[in-house]
């Protein structure tokens, strides 16, 4: 059974930093994709961060790009966001989501534009101003 476990969320003021774990289990890092995705009260979900398992190559939403960075420490199957500048905008829930996209023809697509196919049960991170 796959779970996906996030850490690190917590509360801090404008401009500040955290930095997001997710350990996975019964999960084997292989060719796809993982990645963060973040939902605020009275809004939909929305992609924040994605990487490819092999090769690294990463994406992300405008919003965040030059702030946040997505990191794997695929020995440990972990899964980082580093935040910083944190803005009172990217107060939200944070998700962590393993196989973003689909697998077609032995390779992996959609890891920048795809949806999770499992998800951890989230941490809260709140910025003050």
């Known amino acids: 059974q796959v779970q996906l476990v996030e850490s690190g969320g917590g509360s801090v003021q404008a401009g500040g930093s955290l930095r997001l774990s997710c350990a996975a289990s019964?999960?084997?890092?292989?060719?796809?994709?993982m990645g963060w995705f973040r939902q605020a009260p009275g809004k939909e979900r929305e992609a924040v961060a994605t990487i490819y398992t092999v090769g690294g190559r990463t994406y992300y939403a405008d919003s965040v790009k030059g702030r946040f960075t997505i990191s794997q420490e695929n020995a440990k199957n972990t899964l980082y966001l580093q935040m910083n500048s944190l803005k009172p905008e990217d107060t939200a829930t944070y998700y962590c989501a393993a196989e973003v996209g689909f697998r077609y023809g032995g390779s992996w697509y959609g890891c920048g534009t795809g949806v999770g196919s499992y998800w951890g049960q989230g941490t809260q991170v709140t910025v003050s101003s």
């Open positions: 019964g999960y084997t890092y292989s060719s796809s994709c």
